[in-house]
């Protein structure tokens, strides 16, 4: 048995639970979306770049947050996706918005004209067109003043509960497709994209990755720095979008698509068609390390936040959160994993893969 193995079998009963449960809600999911016809409709980052974010941040956190942070890290990593179980599996109405914002379905200059608090936002367009429209950026700084209430009480599960899903939109709001009116390619004849960048694209090459982003920082603007997330990432739209019409264009249909023997696009167990190998090598390349690039700035962001909120709690005492001898227990597997991910490596974990 080597060490990884004996660190997963010790990690704790509620980890296992957890784990049990999740399981059981992405098969409910999965079968939610059978049952419903759908396809094209897991709009966010995959499980397998919701995971690697989330367990990665962790490691960028300085060590007075890191241990405790560490002894929950299963949880942590599987948590991050359970946002979107409760958007399909759970059909939970309420979550849908907080995935997601149409920059431009809020006029020619959105962001000179969209009120920076959640307060102003209510006030200028009423709850139902947010609902439509989405509230990301309005929701992450929600998050943050709980996320910092839950550290100022010392509170285990709502620090834990808090933080997961706060990574989750987080990792959501550095999907430049997240931010966009034209979310799947729907109008520009790309239909398929969305799931093509964020769940095949990180399947089939997240493990060359440098996860290693440094140390989190001291965000002194929460509701500033909301905002520079969506606008940088809704920038990249563009490009994300223009990359790949470009190389269509220079291609035949079974270049592009993996195909039945009777020329039907393969799908997914989401309904999502199936690109070849080679096409997702060439738009993966094209991209210039965009892929890469988004995930690494949501690594950094949620570790940031993460720490922030820590910081405003007054730093208080995390660590004591656990037992001796779960800190023990713990301890030199911590210390493996920060060696891998100084070289830039996570632990290597089992995702869900979509694809
Ligand atoms: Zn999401």
Redesign the pocket.
């Known amino acids: 048995m080597t060490n990884r193995t004996r660190n997963n079998r010790t990690r704790s009963n509620r980890t296992r639970n957890t784990s049990n449960l999740y399981r059981l809600a992405f098969v409910c999911l999965t079968a939610s979306l059978f049952i419903a016809g759908t396809s094209s409709i897991l ?3 995959g499980v397998w770049g ?1 995971q690697h974010i989330s367990h990665a941040a962790v490691f960028a956190l300085p060590p007075e947050m890191r241990t405790f942070f560490y002894n929950h890290i299963d949880y942590i990593t599987e948590e991050s996706s359970v ?2 179980v409760r ?1 399909y599996a759970m059909s939970d109405r309420e979550e849908f918005a ?3 914002i149409d920059v431009e379905a809020f006029g020619d200059k959105p962001f000179e004209t969209l009120p920076k608090t959640w307060k102003e936002a209510k006030a200028k367009y009423g709850s139902d067109t947010l609902q439509r429209k989405g509230i990301l950026p309005w929701y992450l700084q929600e998050m943050q003043i709980k996320l910092t209430t839950a550290f100022k009480d010392r509170k285990k599960d709502a620090i834990l509960f808090l933080a997961s899903d706060m990574a ?2 987080i ?2 709001a550095h999907m430049p497709l ?1 931010t966009s009116l034209n979310h799947d390619g729907q109008l520009t004849d790309q239909r398929g994209i969305h799931a093509f960048w964020e769940s095949r694209l990180p399947e089939l090459f997240g493990s060359t990755y440098n996860f290693n982003v440094g140390q989190a920082r001291y965000i002194e603007d929460i509701t500033a720095e909301s905002w520079r997330i969506i606008r940088e990432s809704n920038a990249t739209a563009d490009t994300l979008l223009s990359v790949e019409r470009t190389l269509k264009a220079k291609l035949t249909k079974e270049q592009i698509w993996q195909l039945d023997s009777n020329k039907n696009m393969k799908k997914n167990t989401f309904g999502q068609p199936m690109h070849t190998l080679e096409y997702a090598k060439g738009y993966h390349t094209a991209l210039n390390g965009m892929v890469e690039r988004q995930m690494r700035a949501a690594i950094s962001v949620t570790a940031s936040f993460w720490y922030t909120a820590w910081v405003n709690a007054g730093k208080p005492n995390i660590t004591d959160l656990d037992s001796e001898a779960t800190i023990k227990r713990s301890k030199p597997h911590l210390e493996e994993e920060i060696e891998l991910w100084k070289q830039g490596k996570l632990f290597d974990f089992k995702s869900f893969n979509e694809f």
């Open positions: 709009y966010s980052w919701h946002p979107d958007k907080r995935h997601f989750h939109y990792a959501d997240h």
